[in-house]
């Protein structure tokens, strides 16, 4: 079965380290998106990509960074850890003509 | 800016209650509006609504789309403990693929 796929689960890094999330999705998806949750923030676009090569900011991407090479991943970046960071990261991923996003279980990231 | 307001944050009911989530928005230019059942892991796809104001159904939820009132209601009738969790609604923009998210009612419910 297709699916979407996030490693590792749970991270705990410190301040300043660069820290890399995975995302992977077998749904063979153009539309990749990365967000986090935070209390009382509901779901925040960090960045999305709509096909390999592009990558678009969304509007909490400072501190972050994507890159997408291929259909199958989206990894996100976190170049200088920062307490600010500490979150549950989620992927999802569309088809290019649907809006429905299917979400990868997360990962939960803190830094000391 | 595009704007998503979920009310109430928090609701607490006894099983077998019915419940009314609000979503209301100012959103410029939206196709859909998307409500998104999250219990202790990553959001599940419940209903997807359009502009046509088509009221959705599926078991024992139902949704709609207001547009004069630039709104939409999730109701859950004959609640079961199962259907506590955070329920989302977002609005995918048109001409672009990306969800602007409201922050989310907490439902929990009693035995």
């Known amino acids: 079965d297709a699916e979407i796929t996030q490693s590792p689960r749970h991270k705990i890094t410190e301040t300043g380290r660069q820290v890399t999330l995975a995302c992977h999705q077998t749904w063979n998806h153009n539309n990749m998106f990365w967000y986090r949750q935070d209390l009382g923030h509901g779901l925040r676009l960090i960045h999305y990509?709509?096909?390999?090569?592009?990558?678009n900011k969304g509007e909490v991407s400072d501190g972050y960074s994507v890159s997408r090479s291929n259909t199958e991943d989206l990894p996100l970046t976190l170049e200088s850890a920062a307490s600010s960071q500490t979150s549950v990261y989620f992927c999802?991923?569309?088809?290019?003509?649907?809006?429905?996003?299917?979400f990868g279980p997360g990962t939960r990231l803190t830094v000391t | 800016e595009d704007k998503v307001v979920q009310s109430p944050l928090s609701l607490v009911v006894h099983e077998g209650d019915t419940v009314t989530l609000n979503c209301s928005y100012e959103?410029?230019?939206?196709?859909?509006l998307l409500w998104y059942k999250q219990e202790k892991k990553a959001p599940t796809f419940l209903f997807m609504l359009t502009s046509s104001g088509i009221e959705k159904k599926s078991g024992r939820l139902s949704s709609i789309l207001d547009k004069k009132e630039l709104s939409s209601i999730l109701n859950i009738t004959a609640t079961q403990t199962g259907d506590s969790a955070i329920y989302l609604c977002a609005f995918l923009l048109q001409g672009a693929q990306k969800l602007v998210f409201g922050q989310g009612t907490r439902l929990t419910i009693n035995p």
């Open positions: 990509s709509y096909g390999v090569q592009d990558t």
């Open positions: 959103v410029t230019n939206f196709r859909s």
């Open positions: 999802a991923s569309s088809e290019s003509t649907k809006g429905e996003q299917y």
